[in-house]
């Protein structure tokens, strides 16, 4: 009855292991949207997929044919799977229904409850409800839950019944903050965490910041009270000399706006209609746990700041994962702003002109981060093809027992690195990780293209255990594209680079293989 089941599910929605989750879909997916259906090995055969477990993606652009499924959007489909598990959408101007969570000791070491809808933002009891207090609340308040509720409704049950046999991710709690230090609640700075940050502040205040000393004290970590400022002037955004700094914000943020009011009006136009409509789709599917990146006031910012970009560099166009780069400089830029915790905060709540300069400031030091990687995002993405290739040479020097497993399991690095590439890891990791992890990768030299490679070699090396365990193709590909990251930090980042440094150094040769 099981198998009837599944294969009455997967020939009623052809497109589910390719599309990406809505925006009010479950909060816990029960497979990771991004792997195509021609890695379903078990999967039962159709006219498309026949033949697909004998079969390899011997090039890049036959890899790419075999995994359409995987880019392509079918909102109406969407909507079949979640089979009235999601509320109706809002009316195009309405704020929409996203919780609230206090945070808590607790909240921060556990993970949340499982819940398929994003309950509405309220304070107020509620019999339906689970109820949850804040116990360093000082005022007695109490956030309620009504993903009990939710999921005992009939629609909720029959689509989780038909879904229980695929593998599910682990739950990732709303309420973990995206930056670990110097948040509400949390502990005070230790002695070296407070000379750190004199000695960050001491180097930002100088007339002429020795950058060079700024990214080596930043490699191991930025305070949260000066990432702004530091991360301005280490992706070339800001000069070194104070004196001319406000002078080029002014103007920079100035010219951004001056796009805005040249071509964003365009975007309705027949030859950017496709772009906009690309971008529109995969915004709200950008961090859809956070409630921050759900407000349509934010939306509206990441948008603007894509279609910019896009008809700026018309030799790439807009590539799904870009928006995911603009999220790290977009909240580093807000919590310039804002001490409580980010996820929760209302952008409205911020002057106008406040706004303005977060939405520009994340539009250019984006703009110099892609300016560095963006043969990643051209046609046929060669720039991914040449690091997927060299992550192969470089894992087959540093682990054989691994490269060799791959290849017994008819493994192809293409199929979990593609997007450890085309993302830089932010789907393998939390936002707070990512953070941190750009730390290091704006103080090293060629972070996001050279040292982005050992970093990934680490990480692949890391679940060592786990990998060889696995001894069947889809059991190692939903390994791959499952990592247990969600309750990682900085320390554990902070481990993953030191390997990758150590790796940096003892293999520098062995990317450039694949290029001689």
């Known amino acids: 009855m099981a198998t009837d089941s599944r294969i009455h599910f997967w020939k009623r929605n052809t497109k589910v292991p390719g599309s990406l989750q809505p925006v009010y879909g479950a909060q816990h997916p029960p497979l990771d949207p991004r792997i195509p259906r021609a890695f379903l090995k078990d999967t039962p055969k159709s006219n498309s997929t026949q033949n697909v477990k004998s079969k390899k993606a011997s090039s890049f652009l036959e890899f790419a044919r075999s995994t359409n499924d995987a880019w392509d959007i079918d909102d109406e489909e969407d909507e079949d799977l979640l089979m009235g598990a999601a509320p109706p959408a809002p009316a195009p101007h309405s704020r929409p229904a996203v919780p609230t969570f206090l945070p808590t000791q607790a909240d921060s070491d556990s993970e949340a409850p499982p819940s398929d809808t994003l309950g509405p933002l309220r304070n107020e009891p509620c019999p339906a409800d689970q109820q949850m207090t804040d116990d360093r609340s000082t005022n007695g308040r109490v956030v309620k839950s009504n993903s009990e509720a939710q999921l005992n409704t009939p629609s909720v049950r029959s689509s989780l019944q038909k879904q229980q046999s695929l593998p599910v991710r682990p739950i990732v709690p709303l309420v973990a903050r995206i930056s670990d230090q110097n948040a509400s609640g949390a502990p005070p700075m230790t002695v070296r965490e407070k000379t750190r940050l004199d000695k960050f502040r001491q180097l930002l205040a100088s007339p002429n910041t020795d950058l060079e000393e700024l990214r080596k004290h930043s490699w191991s970590g930025i305070p949260r009270e000066v990432r702004p400022i530091t991360w301005r002037l280490l992706s070339g955004y800001l ?20 796009f805005i009011e040249q071509y964003y009006h365009s975007r309705t136009d027949e030859h950017h209609r496709d772009t906009y409509r690309q971008i529109h789709i995969d915004i709200p599917r950008t961090n859809p746990l956070i409630p921050l990146f759900q407000q349509p006031l934010v939306q509206e910012v990441f948008e603007r700041i894509l279609f910019i970009w896009a008809i700026r560099h018309p030799a790439s166009g807009y590539v799904q994962g870009i928006n995911d780069l603009v999220t790290p400089f977009f909240v580093v830029f807000l919590s310039e702003f804002v001490e409580e915790d980010v996820e929760n905060f209302e952008m409205s709540g911020l002057p106008l002109d406040t706004q303005r300069n977060i939405e520009a400031d994340s539009f250019w030091c984006m703009s110099k981060l892609l300016d560095g990687i963006q043969d990643n995002y051209t046609f046929a993405q060669p720039g991914i093809q040449i690091k997927v290739k060299a992550l192969e040479e470089l894992v087959s020097r540093i682990d054989e027992d691994i490269h060799n497993h791959f290849k017994r399991c008819e493994v192809e690095y293409l199929q979990f690195a593609f997007r450890w590439m085309n993302n830089l890891l932010m789907r393998e990791l939390p936002l707070r990780c990512t953070i941190r992890l750009w730390d290091t990768y704006q103080a090293e030299s060629e972070g996001f293209s050279h040292f982005h490679l050992y970093v990934c070699a680490a990480f692949l090396i890391k679940w060592r255990k786990e990998i060889l365990s696995h001894v069947d193709f889809q059991g190692q590909l939903m390994l791959l594209q499952n990592l247990p990251t969600i309750h990682w930090g900085n320390e ?16 520098a040769d062995a990317p450039n293989h694949y290029r001689r």
């Open 239 to 258: 000069p070194a000399n104070m004196e001319r700094r406000e002078q080029v914000l002014q103007r920079k943020r100035e010219e951004y706006f001056g």
């Open 492 to 507: 554990e980042v902070g481990l993953l680079l030191a390997e990758a440094y150590r790796l940096k150094y003892m293999f």
